[in-house]
């Protein structure tokens, strides 16, 4: 069976969607632009000078979700995806879930950004499995803690259970090097810096 794993954001989306959805919220009243700020200069902050992916999501968890009713999120989060997520897709990336929908495979997402944001996308796309950061939740139902986070290492780790299935995996970002690596085929889709000049070096294709 071919199985082709996707990273969401930059690969699938164009966009960030955990910061596009923060963007909605505010939009919505149901946070401060200051957050939205808040994200931004974090996100920035890993980017250039940080590499773990736990990092940037506790401080953001603090920030942003802790004490945020799960149920609340999920019906937000499928408002979103209702009403923004067509103008975020990667046409040439979403050219290959047209193989899974015609069976000729199955399709994963896996990607850092909430699991109650990953399910309602990959609900919209038609993919039936995803592996994204979980979280711990109160008796009310209320956002504790950071349960797991899945970074280039975790994906790897999970593409363990395809180990004698044909895989290919696609992501834009160097990070999930690990990930690439473990796939049969790897497929860079608008690469960053290092990530353009390992697969040119490594032949791999870029979309």
Known sequence: MRVLAFDLDGTLLTKNSSFAFCHYLCQQKHLSYFHLIYSALWYSYYRHWSHSYYHLHKRIFDRLLRGQNLSFLKTEAKRFVEKHLKKMLYPPALRYLEEQRKGQGRAVILSCSPAFLVEPIAN????????????????????????????????????????????????????????????????????DRKLRRFARKNKWEML
């Open 124 to 191: 919209f796309l038609g993919v039936d499995e995803t592996v994204s950061s979980i979280y711990t939740t109160d008796n009310d139902g209320c956002l504790l803690d950071i349960a797991k986070v899945i970074d280039g290492k975790a994906k790897a780790d999970y593409m363990h259970r395809y180990a004698y299935d044909e895989t290919v995996a696609f992501s834009d970002s160097f990070d999930d090097l690990p990930f690439l690596e473990k796939a049969s085929r790897a497929i860079v889709v608008r690469p």
